[in-house]
C-alpha cells in the first residue's frame, strides 16, 4: 500500500505564492509519474501538474503553466508544488496523486494512490 500525505497549503493574498510537498511512502512505492489535482466547491478535480518520477519531463494544465511548477526529490520520495502569482481561482483542496503506469497522463483514472488533500485559499 502507497501512503501520500500532502502538506503546505493555507491561506495566501492574491499574487502571493505557497509551496505545497507531498511526501509519499509504502514499502513497494514505484511511480511512473506523480500529479497534482485540485477540486474548488461545486467544481470536477482537474489536473494541475505532473511530473515523470524518472528524467526531467514535467507537464501542466494551462491555467497554471508559467506560475506552478512541480518538481521532485526521489531519495527522499517527495513531489512539491510551488505556486507563484496565485489568484483567487487557485482557491481548491489541492491532491497529491502518483501513477503506477502512466506517464503523461492527465486523467484521474490513471492515477491508482491519492492524497488526503490540502486547502488552499486565495484572498482578494
Known amino acids: 500500500q502507497v501512503l501520500l500525505v500532502e502538506s503546505g497549503g493555507g491561506l495566501v493574498q492574491a499574487g502571493g505564492s505557497l509551496r505545497l510537498s507531498c511526501a509519499a511512502s509504502g514499502r513497494t512505492f514505484r511511480a511512473a509519474a506523480m500529479g497534482w489535482f485540485r477540486q474548488a466547491p461545486g467544481k470536477e478535480r482537474e489536473f494541475v501538474a505532473g511530473i515523470y518520477w524518472s528524467g526531467d519531463t514535467t507537464y501542466y494544465a494551462d491555467s497554471v503553466k508559467g506560475r506552478f511548477t512541480i518538481s521532485r526529490d526521489n531519495a527522499k520520495n517527495t513531489v512539491h508544488l510551488q505556486m507563484n502569482s496565485l489568484k483567487l481561482e487557485d482557491s481548491a483542496v489541492y491532491y497529491c496523486?502518483?501513477?503506477?503506469?502512466?506517464?503523461?497522463?492527465?486523467?484521474?483514472?490513471?492515477?491508482?494512490?491519492w492524497g488526503q488533500g490540502t486547502q488552499v485559499t486565495v484572498s482578494s
Open positions: 496523486a502518483s501513477s503506477t503506469y502512466y506517464r503523461g497522463s492527465r486523467l484521474l483514472k490513471d492515477f491508482d494512490y
